[in-house]
């Protein structure tokens, strides 16, 4: 099938790994121009290897943080007229109310919550100014649906990302420019690993036994 992405400019955030990592793979297999942003420059080398050994593509890459206003300034430097822009970044830890203090709760929130709602922002304004047709999805997560204690932050910032998604996408669609959200259920990824290894030591004292948490998932 083609999805007629040939020569679209796709720009990822958080796209070094995990879901971010596929989403690129898979959109240069369908002839598409992926960037990769994210604060690793050496996970960015690595996944742009990956990228090119798997589909023949090179992917351009942006070390910039999307929690800081310079991170913002050189993703629009970088972005150009970008046709489809994926949000991904994110790294909310687990815990409930008392396992996370206020500074550790702002501070994943500026990344995951505030950072895709100022790229949503300035993406938006530029394609409307632009005139130009275009997509913004917002990878968000299950949990904004399902909320769960032992991942109180990130069910909190998913639950408003869920709103604002769907309040922006309703009025953007005016303007041709879809913007919509994606709530992938777990994914097997490091950061998933690593949120999982921190929940076993907490509840056995033993990290090792993190893939008994996963036998709920499909």
Known sequence: MD????????VITGGSRGIGLAIAVAFAREGALPQIVSRSQESLVKAAV??????GVDAQTLSADMAT?????????????????????????GGSLGD???ARWRQSWELKLFGYI?????MLERMQSDGRAGVIANII????????????????ANAALMAFTQAVGAASVR??????????SPTRSDRMETML??????????????MELTSHMP
């Not at 999805?3 to 796709?10: A, E, I, M």
């Not at 990956?50 to 589909?55: G, H, N, P, S």
């Not at 100022?118 to 300035?122: G, I, K, T, W, Y």
């Not at 303007?175 to 992938?184: D, H, K, L």
């Open 141 to 156: 997560g299950m949990a904004g649906a399902a909320p769960r204690n032992e991942y109180l932050a990130g069910s909190t």
């Open 69 to 93: 206003a310079e991170g913002l300034q050189a993703l629009m430097q970088a972005a150009g007229a970008a046709d489809i822009v994926v949000n991904n970044a994110g790294a909310i830890p």
């Open 175 to 184: 303007s041709g420019i879809r913007v919509f959200g994606i709530n992938p």
């Open 50 to 55: 990956l990228i090119k050994e798997q589909t």
């Open 118 to 122: 100022n790229v949503v922002r300035a």
């Open 3 to 10: 999805l007629q992405l040939k020569n679209k400019r796709v």
């Open 197 to 210: 290894r921190a929940q076993a030591e907490k509840k056995w004292g033993d990290a090792g036994r993190w």
């Open 100 to 102: 996370i203090d206020e």
